[in-house]
């Protein structure tokens, strides 16, 4: 019996080390590091939000793309509108009915760097869904939240849209 669980001691110590061995070869770095991530480029200007939605997004772009207060920065500016709709097509006695809102955004990416580069326009969507009950304070804050969900799934689509064009 002694011999048994010595050998299992073994066995289990000899796979401790073969897993520590395969993951001391991984290596954990952010996706866009390296060459893209340092680019100058990266180094963006935003224009003030006018809307909720536009701040959430210029928050969200601002903090995975980087902020640079130079003159020669590109400028980024972004225009968000939200609309919702009913999910349901027929009516129901059920007072939870489902609602969808929907984000839009169009991001413009002007060069300022004196170059003869046009303007990049982005425009991308994205939709959160919330369940409207009835009563406003709740359907409004969940309308509220719905629409900032969206608005941040689009300002990651639009991140990397503009991640997409700079690599170019």
Not at 3 to 25: E, I
Not at 55 to 65: A, K, M, T, V
Not at 78 to 88: C, K, L, N, P, R
Not at 129 to 147: C, F, I, K, P, W
Request: glycine fraction near 6%; proline fraction near 5%.
């Amino acid at each position: 019996m002694s011999s048994c669980k010595a050998l299992c001691r073994t066995v289990l110590a000899g796979l401790m080390l073969g897993f520590g061995v395969t993951l001391s070869a991984c290596s954990f770095s952010p996706v866009y590091s390296g060459t893209l991530a340092e680019h100058p480029t990266l180094n963006l200007a935003y224009a003030k939000p006018k809307t909720r939605l536009e701040q959430i997004i210029y928050q969200e772009l601002s903090l995975r793309l980087g902020q640079s207060g130079s003159d020669m920065a590109p400028l980024l500016s972004v225009v968000a509108s939200a609309s919702a709709g009913d999910m349901m097509v027929t009516t129901t006695t059920n007072p939870a009915k489902p609602v969808e809102v929907t984000v839009t955004a169009t991001l413009t990416m002007t060069p300022r760097d004196g170059s003869a580069l046009k303007p990049q326009v982005f425009t991308r969507s994205a939709a959160a869904d919330y369940t409207r009950s009835g009563q406003v304070l709740a359907d409004n804050a969940a309308a509220d939240e719905a629409g900032e969900r969206a608005a941040r799934s689009a300002a990651e689509s639009l991140r990397l849209a503009v991640l997409a064009s700079l690599s170019r």
